[in-house]
């Protein structure tokens, strides 16, 4: 149990008194339950503001204590204080407050037992927050090594609180103690459960990256690399990005190498290509891209792979294999914006060979065919620059005059 997780749920419980009218549902959507604890928490915001008893003055004082012990890492003390706290239906919030931070003292010092039975007896005594307090009990299982206990522990969470926030994290959980118990086929089951239901991107990555790893050990290794190209092409982010990108790339070369018999998809060859170009690996990109080209002639966007082709081959200044490329693309494939693409990178690739005079005539054919492009407000900006660059400065102001004119709020 991360202290992080205790500490919210503090905030959920003091959110909750001072705006208890708004904590839940509005009053004609409330269930049963829901109505029940609206009751607990405007019943407690009243109590703990205006306490009426001395009792509740010092169960108020201990916990405050109790907390700040707590926060210092002194969970002996901690304890001593916390103890203190007694159950009460008056100001139930506050009770259980102290107990999830009890529970953590105990763990903090290595009582399971103790801890445990905080747990339990916070299931049955918490009508607020069940939830939590099964799912800690159920991590308390798993750090004492009782996995079995603490997946059935979960399993409630899931069952008996469909609609619980922390339902992914109960799946979650679930499948790592199935996969500690190498039971793959049980953990596999959970894990798909978080990808296809939990709205938190960052644990769907984190359940992709070991489902490849699994993958991979279990020599599924399409599915191992369908994995990490999900992470990357859904855009999950992780706490390291390149992670998923260097083990793709890894795992890419490591069935070229050592497990030819296996066809890698086009998809993620491409990916692959992608990445190294986007790391400066020009070589080994257009290679690849190559590779793609030849494999899967066929491919229903291939015309963008010969275009990010010659594009390596820019980038590896090869200009003049750069602009033989791009007009095979002009040649193979019908007007689009590939084509266009491939008119401004080979009219760039032109100049860098010197022919500025060519390069402008590409640039001149892109504002005439597609005017309305992006490329042909930048194809005004080129032909200015090689202009001045020619030393005819009268040809390079014009471009700057019609692009003004053309494109007045560009």
Known sequence: ???????????????????????????NELTELEAQQLKILKLSKVVEEQPSN???????????????????????????????????????????????????????????????????????????????????????????????????????????????????KANYQIAQNYHELKDINSALIYYKNILEDSKDNQLKAKVLLELSEIYWQEKKYIDSLNCLYEILDEGYRLKRNSEPEELLIRYFYKIQEDLKEIKIPYHIMVKCADILFKYRQYNLAEDLYKEVIKTFPKAADIAEIYYKRARALYYKKEYKEAVNQCEEIIAKFPPSEITIKANYLGGNSLSALGERYLAIGKYKKIIEQYPETYYARESYLRMAEYYFQLGEPEKGISQWRQLINRYPNS
């Open 1 to 27: 149990m991360k202290t992080s997780m205790i500490f919210f749920l503090i905030m959920t419980l003091a959110i909750s008194l001072f705006g208890a009218d708004i904590a839940l549902a509005g009053n």
């Open 54 to 168: 001395i009792k509740l003055k010092e169960d108020i004082e201990n916990y405050k204590v109790g907390l700040e012990l707590y926060q210092q890492s002194d969970y002996q003390q901690a304890i001593s204080e916390l103890q203190k706290v007694k159950y009460s239906t008056l100001n139930l919030p506050l009770y259980i407050k102290s107990q999830f931070i009890l529970g953590d003292c105990y763990r903090k010092i290595g009582d399971w037992d103790s801890a445990i039975e905080i747990y339990k007896n916070l299931v049955i005594d918490d009508p607020i927050l069940t939830d939590y307090s099964l799912f800690f009990l159920a991590e308390t299982y798993r750090l004492k090594g009782e996995n079995r206990e603490s997946t059935a522990t979960y399993k409630r969470i899931i069952e008996n609180f469909p609609q619980s926030l922390i339902i992914s």
